[in-house]
């Protein structure tokens, strides 16, 4: 079965600096998403990516937050500086058509992302 | 924004015993979606519901959509210890691809 797969599973990094988180969506799908779920609490929202563009965007996804799809396959998420606070797992999903009420969203295992 | 509130916040259940925890929201969403997460990984849909009153089933998991729309029921029948994890309802709304709750973790004693 297909399925998000999402590199590395786990990421170090010193406050300050930039991390990329990558992942793969499924082949076929159109819809790209990225969540975050800080330890212990609910899994949030980023951003979604369609057609090569954000489609939305929530609050937490501010000016050190982009993301790219830099090829036919990958789909990436880059902290340009990274704060203690963006210590969380990172979860990519990816949907088919993107159809809020039916389409349903795969989601990757996940980065978790330490900063020190 | 519009928010879901899941209950029980955890629970510890025998094996063999039938599990039920719930998801409510202030305001009313046109889908409701079951996900569980297993410790390292991430959500794995269970169940979708797309209708008021909607009664879906996947095995020995079963889950309603209110009819009010704004709550969502779901059960867990004869549990096992692989039923172990943490269970999210979530939802689409205006401007967010997807809502979570906070999530109900279980834990199942063999």
């Known amino acids: 079965e297909p399925e998000v797969t999402q590199t590395p599973s786990h990421q170090v990094t010193q406050m300050g600096q930039e991390v990329i988180l990558r992942c793969v969506p499924i082949s076929n799908h159109l819809y790209f998403y990225w969540y975050r779920q800080i330890l212990g609490q609910k899994v949030e929202f980023l951003v979604s990516f369609y057609n090569n563009e954000i489609s939305e965007k929530s609050e937490i996804f501010d000016d050190q937050f982009s993301v790219e799809r830099p090829d036919g396959s990958n789909f990436t998420l880059k902290i340009r500086s990274t704060k203690l606070e963006d210590s969380a797992m990172y979860f990519c999903?990816?949907?088919?058509?993107?159809?809020?009420?039916?389409?349903?969203?795969?989601f990757g295992p996940g980065t978790r992302l330490t900063v020190l | 924004g519009q928010q879901l509130n899941q209950s029980p916040q955890s629970m510890f259940i025998q094996e063999g015993e039938d599990v039920s925890m719930n998801c409510t929201s202030s305001s009313i969403f046109n889908t409701w979606l079951w996900y569980k997460q297993d410790p390292g990984e991430g959500p794995v849909l269970l169940i979708a519901l797309y209708k008021a009153g909607e009664l879906t089933s996947n095995g020995r998991l079963t889950a309603q959509f209110g009819i009010t729309r704004k709550d969502s029921f779901l059960n867990i029948s004869a549990s096992i210890p692989s039923d172990v994890g943490i269970y999210f309802c979530a939802g689409p709304t205006g401007n967010t691809p997807l809502v979570f709750g906070k999530g109900t973790r279980l834990s199942v004693i063999a």
């Open positions: 999903a990816s949907s088919l058509w993107g159809v809020r009420t039916t389409d349903t969203q795969y």
